[in-house]
C-alpha cells in the first residue's frame, strides 16, 4: 500500500490523526505542523477516500457556536500497519 507522502498536506494529517483522540481541525493542523489556511476537512475528505472511517462530532458551545471534533474510527489494515511500521522505524533510528 502505497500512503500519502509524509511532505504531503494528506499524508501529514494521516499521521497527525493516527492513535490520537478526538481533535479538532485547529488541533490537528498544530499537530501536522501545517500552514494555518490549511483546508483540513478537505485532507480528512481524502483520507476517508483511503478507505478510512473518520467520525466527526459536533458538540454545541454555549454562546451559539458550534465545535468539531475529527477521529479515525477505522482504518484499513493495511495502512495501519504501514503506518506502525514507519513508526517503528522512525523511533529505532
Known amino acids: ?3 500519502p507522502s509524509q ?3 494528506t499524508g501529514r494529517t494521516l ?4 492513535g490520537a ?4 481541525a485547529g488541533a490537528i493542523r498544530r499537530k501536522a505542523n501545517m500552514h494555518p489556511d490549511t483546508e483540513i476537512t478537505a ?3 481524502d ?7 473518520v467520525a466527526c462530532y459536533n458538540i454545541p458551545q454555549g ?5 468539531w ?3 479515525i474510527d477505522y482504518m484499513p489494515r493495511v495502512i495501519r500497519d504501514a503506518l506502525n511500521a514507519e513508526m517503528s522505524r522512525r523511533v529505532a533510528a
Open 1 to 3: 500500500m502505497n500512503l
Open 7 to 9: 511532505n504531503s498536506n
Open 15 to 18: 499521521r497527525a490523526m493516527h
Open 21 to 24: 483522540g478526538p481533535m479538532t
Open 43 to 45: 485532507r480528512i475528505r
Open 47 to 53: 483520507i476517508r477516500k483511503l478507505g478510512c472511517i
Open 63 to 67: 454562546d451559539g457556536k458550534q465545535l
Open 69 to 71: 471534533l475529527y477521529r
